[in-house]
T-cell receptor, first 111, second 113 residues
Framework: DGGITQSPKYLFRKEGQNVTLSCEQNLNHDAMYWYRQDPGQGLRLIYYSQIVNDFQKGDIAEGYSVSREKKESFPLTVTSAQKNPTAFYLC??????????FGPGTRLLVL | QKEVEQNSGPLSVPEGAIASLNCTYSDRVSQSFFWYRQYSGKSPELIMSIYSNGDKEDGRFTAQLNKASQYVSLLIRDSQPSDSATYLCAVILTTQGAQKLVFGQGTRLTINP
């Protein structure tokens, strides 16, 4: 069953804490993306990666970090520098026909 | 100017009527355009893609593209309550060889029974 998995579904962060959101795909897509969505808003690009061991900042990268050590995995770390992290985080891939596939999302809440 | 702009709504349409959703984009060289549907609390799902000027029909959905006016729209015929969702317009931008999808803020559509 091919697709994108994100975990956890809900994540709680304490002030000053770094947290990591997991994203795994078995679609064999090269490109992977992280978006943030705030209530009633569209999707804003945080980071993207076109290939293993390479990634680029999106529009709102400050306070976030990523790695791409394997084709299947693109974890996102929300650092303590991100002062307003409460949001819905979506991981996605892009196939060769330019179709974007989304994972189910992780909702991050601040305690 | 935002790269992709949509009317945030909400847009209310009676059941059985045609819902019309509009989107404008700023990059004249964009070639690929998409409409996604997002139910509350869920991730977006692709409804339509369109690459050429004109209309593209898929069931009750029709996407319309006018590159000269930098305008893309989505028509939903015979609207159903299950069509109530937020509709996101998206455009592929290629920057330094990397492709990224830029989204509008979404239009919230409500179909009234």
């Amino acid at each position: 069953d091919g697709g994108i998995t994100q975990s956890p579904k809900y994540l709680f962060r304490k002030e000053g804490q770094n947290v990591t959101l997991s994203c795994e795909q078995n679609l064999n897509h090269d490109a992977m993306y992280w978006y943030r969505q705030d209530p009633g808003q569209g999707l804003r690009l945080i980071y993207y990666s076109q290939i293993v061991n390479d990634f680029q900042k999106g529009d709102i990268a400050e306070g976030y970090s990523v790695s791409r050590e394997k084709k299947e995995s693109f974890p996102l770390t929300v650092t303590s520098a991100q002062k307003n992290p409460t949001a819905f985080y979506l991981c996605a891939t892009l196939d060769r026909q330019e179709t974007q596939y989304f994972g189910p999302g992780t909702r991050l809440l601040v305690l | 100017q935002k790269e992709v702009e949509q009317n945030s709504g909400p847009l209310s349409v009676p059941e059985g009527a045609i819902a019309s959703l509009n989107c404008t984009y700023s990059d004249r060289v964009s070639q690929s355009f998409f409409w996604y549907r997002q139910y509350s609390g869920k991730s977006p799902e692709l409804i339509m893609s369109i690459y050429s000027n004109g209309d593209k029909e898929d069931g009750r959905f029709t996407a319309q593209l006018n590159k000269a006016s930098q305008y893309v729209s989505l028509l939903i015929r015979d609207s159903q309550p299950s069509d109530s969702a937020t509709y996101l317009c998206a455009v592929i931008l290629t920057t330094q060889g990397a492709q990224k999808l830029v989204f509008g803020q979404g239009t919230r559509l409500t179909i009234n029974p």
